[in-house]
């Protein structure tokens, strides 16, 4: 659950900071995949804190199937949060077999210092085998569905709160804008089988506050209050695949991106910042008053070539700058962007050649 209560074995969430569920079995950040120990309530009945049996991910699948089965003949609501694939990146035995250290292809952006290679190879060897280990428990979730009937009727959405660098850029965890650490998966699952298009993937630039919205629009309903953030997929989903007006045209061209207190975790960015990431591939993030990342993911998918401080690319760089500004209004973000103004050194340009003045023209319109 996350309150920032330290180890969570031994902290219990109050029952009315449990969402509301009729049933809660969690517990307060444990960070500690086999020494997992939950508490809560089951309707009326509170359940006292116990610690689960064997690895944390196969656990609280077992308890999302016992509540599947017990709930089968009504309309229901369930969220399993594991906290896997994660530090200390430790699996069950017959997961770890599968990965060694020495078999890990590094990606691109990772430098060639010793040291980092050799842990991101360490950890991204767990990290892959929790990895699997979660794939094969939603299977069992889906197997379950389709013993009971339910796979014609129910939704599954699957996605993750952030990602993981493991020696990308030098980095380890998360709190930075780079991809490794803000790109997660989505992915949604079921229906009814006329309106169900398989293996379709989407280019929109979904954002975490977009989920809730988008789970109510899957059963059918409105959110209530106009001051709730987040837009509406759910017809990317449940819109028949043929005819028709196009399904999310007006959906955010962008997603906005904020760290407003990091976390100070090791190898990692410490100041706060802000950005976007455009639908047509474009990533700007910029710290208090100057610009820190501007990349063409569609040409440098690694994120290698970094203009925010290229006078080629400033054209770009002012575009996007405001697009981010208009974002922070939006949202009523207290942050301070940098300003650029519209036209080059004036100082320079007063002296500068006319062949000097054609190429500043030049440069300004790019």
């Known amino acids: ?71 089968k003949d009504e309309n ?48 991204l060897a767990g990290y892959y085998s929790l990895i699997e280990q ?28 952030h990602g993981d660098h493991h020696g990308s850029h030098g980095h380890t965890e998360k709190m930075t804008p780079l ?9 949604i699952w079921g229906g009814r089988r006329y309106n169900y298009r398989p293996r379709t993937q989407v280019d929109h630039v979904m954002n975490h506050v977009d989920v809730p919205v988008t789970t109510l629009g899957l059963c059918g309903l409105q959110m209530k209050s106009k001051e709730v953030a987040g837009y509406d997929y759910s017809p990317l989903v449940r819109q028949r695949p043929w005819g028709g007006k196009a399904a999310c045209e007006d959906a955010p061209n962008e997603a906005y991106l904020q760290c407003v207190v990091p976390t100070q975790h090791g190898p990692s960015i410490d100041l706060p910042w802000r950005g976007i990431v455009t639908r047509d591939g474009w990533k700007y993030v910029a710290m208090e008053g100057q610009p820190l990342y501007l990349y063409d993911l569609n040409e440098d998918p690694y994120e290698l ?28 973000d207290s942050f301070t962007l940098p300003e650029f103004k519209e036209a080059g050194n004036p100082v320079l340009a007063e002296h500068a050649t006319e062949e000097y003045k054609e190429k500043l023209h030049w440069y300004e319109k790019q």
């Open 134 to 161: 979660i794939d094969h428990n939603v299977g069992r979730v889906m197997d379950k569905l389709y013993e009971l009937g339910l796979d014609n009727n129910t939704y599954i959405m699957f996605f993750s709160d």
């Open 1 to 71: 659950w996350h309150e920032g209560y330290g180890r969570g074995g031994w902290h219990i969430v109050d029952k009315n900071r449990r969402g509301r569920f009729q049933t809660w079995i969690g517990y307060e950040n444990n960070n500690s995949q086999f020494d997992c120990w939950v508490h809560g309530h089951d309707g009326d009945k509170d359940v006292d804190l116990y610690k689960l049996p064997g690895h944390e991910t196969d656990a609280l699948t077992d308890l999302l199937l016992e509540q599947i089965e017990k709930h």
């Open 305 to 332: 070539h970094n203009m925010a401080h290229h006078a080629h690319a400033k054209g770009k760089r002012r575009e996007l700058n405001e697009i981010l500004r208009g974002w922070i209004e939006k949202t009523g």
């Open 179 to 187: 991809e490794e650490s803000v790109r997660v998966p989505m992915m």
């Open 76 to 123: 229901f609501f369930h969220v399993c949060s594991v906290q896997p694939p994660h530090n200390p990146y430790s699996a069950p035995a017959e997961w770890t077999g599968r990965h060694a250290p020495g078999n890990i292809q590094l990606r691109a952006n990772v430098p060639p210092i010793e040291r980092i290679q050799t842990q991101s190879k360490q950890t």
